[in-house]
């Protein structure tokens, strides 16, 4: 029957066709050293447009008709409208029957890297356009092409003449050009922009199958170079398994004048420290490849909520982590980030996403929407998911999709409305909170039975939600899953056993996107940062250079938007309050007594000259160290530590630090600094498991199969 559903509707489906795109041909000359750049661009309307459209351009750039019948006219006085540039509109009538025009421009294009600040001061650089002799950028928003305002999707065939020594980069195909010294890149599938990337690059060569793999380094490095080679290879193969056919014909790794992580079609844009680190390979790069098939293959309708960073990140970054069983931990971790950072002030439904721009929005934007493409999966199988992925990206590459698209295809490949499952995760803010209580055992004729009440306590209309609960019983190794329905507040649930049940617990490997309870998770940076108010302790005994330093740290911290962050000495201070965060600076700072109590019970001790976490020694004179725990009178605020014998090490432990988030302490060696510790404290006591036997149990989950298989693609250094 669903075979013959979708036979039916593939009938009524009308591809947007090619030649529904504005088709650009273009002749650009960049001249770096004078930040120039000189155009001729030819524009072919399709059919179904009007003669009459307006466009903008960068307002350094001055458009003149060089072809065709057809007419130009300024029409505003230079405002700039929501752009990052500077630009001008105007309109371009087409004579009668014409369909194209020729418009040549000049002028130049540099806007210098920008540093901008994120909570806690997380740093990042950005240029909405730049010609320099490092290189170019160029995309949409620089407006160094005529950017039609109805929003057309487009096509391009550009020529590209550069200094010598000098490659480009865009989307689509590079086209042989013998006997000429340009370069050419044409792509003929609807693109929402055009991209222009060149340097003095050192290029690298591959091939995944009929896709071509490039590497564009700017310091010649073929041990790199293959590293990405390598790893470009197995991912095209595996994604193309799971998803579809690569909708591109190359995908190239770029490495950029300053540090970025972008995701362009058929291209990703890396800063040269990322693009370096052993890491990124195995993280933020099968997750800028992943983005050719969600959000630049299947485009995204952004007033409808951008879902394609959430399904990204699935099916990158979490299916790595399944792929090491380490799945619950990483959706933990999104978790964790929507509890420290996300209240009733700054939540939205995912239908508002655009884009990140705080802790907040990611936790949102890409963590909820990525545990709803989880409980998705968890609700339809493997397969059926599988199978919905594969249709949604074959009905909709090169074209938009929104929450409502995505909701008609996995409906469709269900069998079954799914109205309810995406309006209360992509409409509503906030999440369920979950509880249990008078759970008990009892003993029956065939075994055992185990009773008790699952409540949801957030505000609000209840979520329907199929809960899994896992038991643990004596003589087997592994504990057994169980569903529980829950789409009222409070529902009974009874489950039968045969062997004697040890231990409970409510959604152990985080299935579910709620409301974490603070016990669930330990104390962790994340949540030390994530706090509207923080109170920094300066050690007052410290030499004034050293307490320079800290305040230093701690000032640059009151850079962020998102925090209210406060200095003060210890010897300013009586006690410490509970109802904000507190980060006590400094060896010797008058409240570290407060922190070695709130640690009691964890692998901590005080050593002589320093302290042992985890079995690791950090010396006062050698190491940073920074360790988290909870205020005693208000489990939702922190109490952190931060100390270091060498203040050169502290400018970097506060660039790398909310890097570390989901960690509860760290130890760090030299001005680097390097990291040699990091670890998270144990939960003790989650409100949602129960007891039976009065000794304490562990649940241990059986294995799960990650949803694809990456052979060779796991053993990521971390
Ligand atoms: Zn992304």
Redesign the pocket.
């Known amino acids: 029957m669903r075979h013959l559903i979708r036979f039916l509707y593939v009938l009524f489906f009308v591809p947007q066709a090619i030649g529904d795109t504005v088709h650009y041909t273009m002749d650009i000359d960049i001249q770096p050293a004078d930040h120039r750049l000189e155009a001729r661009v030819r524009l072919k309307l399709p059919p179904t447009m009007p003669a009459s459209l307006v466009f903008r351009l960068h307002a350094e750039l001055e458009p003149v008709i060089t072809g065709g019948q057809a007419i130009l006219e300024h029409i505003d006085a230079g405002e700039t409208g929501d752009s990052h540039v500077p630009t001008r509109s105007y309109r371009l009538k087409l004579g009668n029957g014409q369909r194209e025009a020729e418009i040549s421009y000049s002028g130049t294009i540099y806007h210098p890297i920008k540093n901008l600040a994120d909570n806690y001061a997380r740093r990042f650089d950005v240029s909405p356009g730049l010609i320099d002799t490092d290189g170019v950028f160029l995309a949409g928003s620089s407006y160094w092409y005529p950017v039609i305002q109805q929003e057309r999707p487009v096509s391009f065939d550009m020529s590209i003449s550069l200094p010598e020594k000098w490659h480009s980069v865009s989307q689509g195909r590079r086209a042989d050009t013998h006997n000429t010294a340009a370069q050419r890149w044409t792509e003929q599938h609807p693109q929402n922009q055009i991209y222009l990337i060149a340097a003095p690059f050192t290029e690298y060569k591959g091939t995944a199958g009929t896709v071509d793999t490039l590497v564009f380094l700017r310091q010649p490095d073929q041990a790199l170079a293959d590293r990405y080679l390598g790893v470009t290879e197995h991912y095209l193969q595996m994604y193309e398994g799971l998803i579809g056919e690569y909708p591109y014909s190359k995908f190239a790794l770029v490495e950029n004048f300053w540090e970025t992580g972008y ?1 362009m079609p058929s291209f990703t844009l890396l800063g040269p420290r990322v693009i370096r680190l052993p890491f990124i390979p195995y993280t933020s790069y099968p ?2 490849i992943v ?1 050719n098939w969600w ?1 630049n293959g299947v485009y995204v309708d952004y007033a409808n909520g951008n879902w ?2 959430g399904l ?2 699935y099916l990158a970054d979490h299916l790595l982590k399944e792929n090491r069983g380490e799945g619950a931990d990483y959706r933990r971790a999104a978790l964790q980030k929507y509890a420290d950072f996300v209240d009733g002030n700054n939540d939205f439904p995912l239908t508002e996403f655009r884009g990140r721009h705080n802790s907040a929005t990611e936790a949102v934007g ?1 963590g909820k929407t990525m545990m709803v493409f989880h409980m998705l999966r968890r609700m339809l199988g493997d397969e059926q998911f599988t199978e919905g992925l594969r249709l949604l990206y074959a009905d909709y590459r090169f074209r938009n999709a929104g929450w409502a698209e995505i909701a008609r295809t996995f409906a469709r490949v269900a069998g079954q409305p799914l109205d309810t499952f995406f309006s209360q995760w992509t409409t509503r803010t906030g999440g369920p909170r979950l509880q249990i209580t008078e759970v008990s055992v009892d003993k029956t004729a065939s075994g055992y039975r185990v009773t008790g009440l699952l409540h949801q306590t957030q505000s609000g209309r209840p979520y329907a939600l199929s809960v899994p609960i896992a038991l643990q019983s004596e003589g087997h190794e592994q504990a057994v899953w169980r569903e529980v329905k829950l789409t009222q507040e409070t529902s009974e649930f009874s489950l039968a056993l045969h062997a004697r049940p040890l231990r409970l617990a409510v959604d152990p490997a985080f299935d579910l996107f709620r409301r974490l309870h603070r016990q669930e998770v330990p104390p962790a940076i994340s949540q030390a940062m994530g706090d509207k108010k923080v109170l920094v302790v300066l050690p007052s005994s410290a030499p004034e250079r050293v307490l320079t330093a800290y305040r230093q740290l701690g000032k640059s911290w009151q850079g962020g938007r998102d925090s209210d962050v406060e200095l003060i000495r210890d010897d300013e201070l009586v006690t410490l309050p509970d109802d904000r965060t507190i980060w006590l600076f400094g060896w010797n700072n008058r409240f570290r007594k407060a922190m070695d109590k709130a640690l009691e019970g964890y692998d901590y001790a005080l050593a002589d000259g320093g302290v042992t976490i985890d079995g690791q020694a950090l010396d006062q004179s050698e190491h940073a160290v920074v360790a988290v725990a909870r205020q005693s009178g208000d489990s939702e605020h922190a109490l952190a530590w931060l100390a270091s014998g060498n203040t050169a090490a502290l400018p970097g432990l506060a660039r790398k630090l909310p890097h570390y988030g989901k960690y509860s302490y760290l130890g760090f060696d030299g001005e680097a600094p390097d990291n040699i510790l990091k670890g998270q404290w144990p939960t003790v006591s989650s409100p949602l498991t129960a007891e039976f036997t009065g000794s304490p149990a562990t649940i241990v989950l059986p294995p799960r199969k990650p949803l694809a298989q990456m052979p060779g693609l796991t053993a990521a250094p971390e």
Request: no cysteine; charged share 20%.
């Open positions: 995701g997750h800028e983005h959000g394609s960073e990204t990140s890409y």
